[in-house]
Every structure is written in C-alpha cells, then in structure tokens.
C-alpha cells in the first residue's frame, strides 16, 4: 500500500494529475488539487506514481507503507 501527498500551496492547477489518474485525484472549484484516495496499491499506485512524475509543480508525493 502506498501513500497519495499534495501540497496545494504548490499546485499550479495543470490538472495532469487527474488525467492520468482521475480515481486518486480530481480538482476543486478553483482547480486545486483534491485527494481521493489517500491509500492506493496495484494500478492505481501505478497511475498516481505517474501523475507524480507528470507534476509540473512537483506538488504530489507518493509514499511506500
């Protein structure tokens, strides 16, 4: 199980984390990041361990348990 960051003092609204995954992360009104699963594993981890890489503002983490 690995553990889903944002620091949304950082988030620059690019919103590449909800494109490539929409099921770990979505934006608010104001188009901040908005964590929705706080625990992920198996090809969710994959996904968000992507949106991690893809982060222009490097505002995601990703942590192993």
Do not use: Y
């Not at 929409?22 to 981890?45: C, N, P, T, Y």
């Amino acid at each position: 199980m690995s553990k889903v960051s944002a620091d949304r003092e950082l988030c620059i609204q690019a919103g590449n984390c909800v494109m490539v995954a929409g099921d770990v992360f979505d934006q608010d009104d104001e188009g901040f990041v908005v964590i929705l699963a706080e625990e992920v594993s198996g090809e969710q981890a994959d996904r968000a361990r992507e949106a991690v890489n893809l982060c222009p503002a490097q505002a995601l983490g990703l942590t192993q348990d």
